[in-house]
């Protein structure tokens, strides 16, 4: 067995109608990973199953409490045998990247913290937490969306979950750049035409059209991520007669930046 997930979380139903259906599921189901749901409820010593208590502050609303959370995560810990690498899905986590993806799709056990309410104890987090990571600089109401995000990202990236790898190494952000526009039948759509390369069968031109397209969807839309990008000398000849062809000074500018920023 490779990697193994587990998620503590108040809504398991929810989590495994998502982790059950589609290309998720079917790999979980030819057992290339495997993902545990626990109702963080189960773990409480409360009668009325309560997992939740009001914050030692004037703050409205309620917080998870820190000792339900611990007994789900020691139970993990001594089914496995060993401890794992303890993620809590928080709006104040560094946000989530395809690097971390592919380092997390690595790893043998992640445990997955999701939190609801007004948050959880920070004791728990202190004690437990390796890393907190988020899906953007926005607020939900609970951690299973943000949860179900990262495994969907880090899963894809284990041998046989795609049919081949070449499915993911040519996505956004995978080696850096945002992916090329891509293209289906039928040839001629509402008088728009599949570009006349695709159509030729020569690899090693589609190959050439792809990076060339890609590093001028990246210019346009995240022309930051150039900064991070491996780019070679043909990469930046490409682009600086790109935007000279286009004749718009502030593509000439950014590309003139980015390349000196990279020297």
């Not at 948050?119 to 951690?143: N, P």
């Not at 000849?237 to 980015?258: G, M, Q, R």
């Amino acid at each position: 067995m490779g990697l193994r997930i587990d998620v503590a979380t108040l809504f398991p139903e929810m989590c495994e109608y998502y982790l059950s259906e589609s290309i998720v599921g079917r790999a979980r189901k030819k057992g290339l990973f495997e993902i545990n749901c626990h109702q963080i409820r189960e773990y409480t010593k409360d009668k009325h199953r309560r997992v939740d208590d009001t914050p030692y502050s004037e703050r409205q609303g309620m917080l998870m409490q820190a000792e339900p959370i611990f007994c789900c995560y020691k139970a993990v810990e001594e089914m496995t045998g060993k401890k794992p690498y303890v993620i809590y899905m928080s709006p104040q986590g560094k946000t989530l990247t395809q690097k971390k993806c592919i380092e997390l799709s690595k790893m043998d056990n992640i445990f997955i913290l999701c939190g609801h309410y007004e948050g959880v104890d920070q004791r728990v987090i202190d004690k437990i937490v390796d890393e907190e990571i988020s899906i953007g600089d926005y607020v939900l109401t609970g951690g299973e969306l943000p949860a179900l995000v990262l495994i969907d990202s880090v899963v894809r990236m284990i041998d046989g979950t795609l049919s081949r790898s070449d499915c993911y190494e040519d996505e956004s952000h995978y080696s850096g750049l945002l992916e090329y526009p891509q293209f289906t039948r039928p040839e001629v759509w509402q008088d728009m035409t599949v570009p006349a390369v695709l159509l030729s069968g020569h690899h090693a031109n589609i190959a050439k059209w792809r990076r060339e397209q890609a590093l001028i969807t990246t210019l346009k839309k995240r022309p930051d991520l150039l900064l991070k990008a491996e780019l070679d000398k043909k990469d930046e000849e490409f682009l600086k007669a790109w935007a000279k062809e286009e004749e718009n000074k502030n593509y000439t500018d950014l590309v003139y930046s980015i390349f000196n920023n990279n020297k």
